[in-house]
Each structure stands twice: as C-alpha cells, then as structure tokens.
C-alpha cells in the first residue's frame, strides 16, 4: 500500500537530516573559521626596481603590479609616455626596452629592472627635436597629438629593424637586403593607432627620414 512507503521515505529523511544537524553542533568553532579565513598572499608585495631611464639611474619601490607604463607615469613624472586603451592594442604607450620597442602598458616594470627604457622624454625635447619629430611637424604627422610620442617612438624602432634586417609580414625575400617601402611601414606601424586618420602624414614623415638617413 502507498501510505507505508510515503511514510518511510519520510521517516528517513528525517533521521538523516537529524543526524546531520548533530554533527555539524558538535564542530569545533575553529574549523568553520579556519575555512572562512582569506588566503595570505605568498611572497612579496613590492620590489625594488632599478632602471636606466633616459640616460639616468633610477631606483624605484613598486607594487608588484606596476605596469612598466604607469612607473613612468606616475612614479617618474614622464608623462609624455600616454595611456590609450591600457590593452596594448593602440600604440599611445609605446617606448623602447634596451633598443626595441615594447606596449609598456602590457608590462611589468618588474619584468625590466636593470634595463634600459627610453621614453618619448628621452629621444628629443624643444631645444633639441630628434629628425622624426621634426618631419612630424613638417608634415603634420598628428592632430590632437595624444598618439604622437607611441607614434615617434615607433617610427624611430621601424627604421632601425628594417637596417637590421628583421623582416615584417609583407617581407617577400627574406634573403635580400630589405626596402623602406610603403607597404613595410604601413605593415610596421600598423600596432600604433591614430585616432584623428593623420596616417599619410604619418607616412610621410617616416619616409622623409628613410631617405635622409640612406
């Protein structure tokens, strides 16, 4: 019959329930706060980071999760250096890590203590305009100007790896002497976004230094 059964299974849910509830009364208080108590951290905090910087010896105490970008920023005051999209996908925070360039938002300054760093700071100032940044203002290489130094400092690395030999995508022979062609740049700068569509400025003024320094 239905109602015997109903009633057993009844029966010992109850029991199991009771059971439960008797154990659980008789935990010690020191394993329930035992599990609710957050992880420590493993390891240190902040390191001391030591960078060449421009030229200077710098010594730095850093959080462990400072970008490279914002212990130029905001430890060193060299602001020239912008933060764009903080996702290493427009280029505004490029500079160059003993000779090649780097998204310094995407790293660790950390990762670079010992090496040498050169910001936008670093490669010219208004006394003294690198030969990129004066063909920028020759041919209006920007407009707002916020991209301008990820720009500069781009432009600068793809001239030097393309006297270095590295090739890009676009490279045809890998064995040959490589060209400062229109297609390398385009496919060399295409990391370094401009906002304001100043790109055939851009262009051109990376061309103007190609040719000056052949």
């Known amino acids: 019959m239905s109602p015997p059964i109903e009633y057993e299974l009844r029966r010992r849910t109850f029991l199991t329930g009771s059971a439960t509830a008797a154990v659980a009364a008789h935990l010690p208080r020191s394993a329930s706060a035992q599990q ?10 902040q390191s001391n980071v030591s960078l060449v910087v421009n ?4 010594e730095l105490l850093l959080d462990n999760r400072t970008t490279l970008l914002d212990a130029l920023r905001e430890h060193l005051r060299l602001t020239g250096t912008k933060k764009g999209c903080d996702h290493g996908q ?3 925070c490029t500079v160059t890590v003993n000779g090649r360039r780097v998204n310094s938002c995407l790293s660790l300054a950390v990762m670079h203590s010992g090496d040498e760093v050169t910001t936008i ?6 006394d003294d ?12 290489g920007f407009q707002c100007g916020y991209c301008t130094p990820g720009q500069i400092t781009s432009a600068k690395a793809v001239l030097d790896e393309i006297r270095a030999g ?4 676009v490279t045809q ?4 002497l490589i060209e400062v062609t229109d297609a390398e740049i385009r496919e060399r700068m295409s990391g370094n976004i401009c906002r304001c ?6 262009l051109a003024a990376i061309t103007q230094v190609a040719e000056e320094q052949a």
């Open 36 to 45: 609710s108590k957050p992880a420590t951290p493993v390891g240190a905090e």
């Open 55 to 58: 030229g200077k010896q710098e």
């Open 90 to 92: 427009c280029g505004a």
């Open 121 to 126: 700071e670093g490669i010219g100032g208004p």
């Open 129 to 140: 305009l690198d030969p990129m940044q004066n063909a920028f203002l020759q041919h209006d």
């Open 166 to 169: 590295i090739p890009s995508n």
């Open 173 to 176: 022979d890998l064995t040959a």
């Open 197 to 202: 569509g100043a790109y055939a400025n851009i």
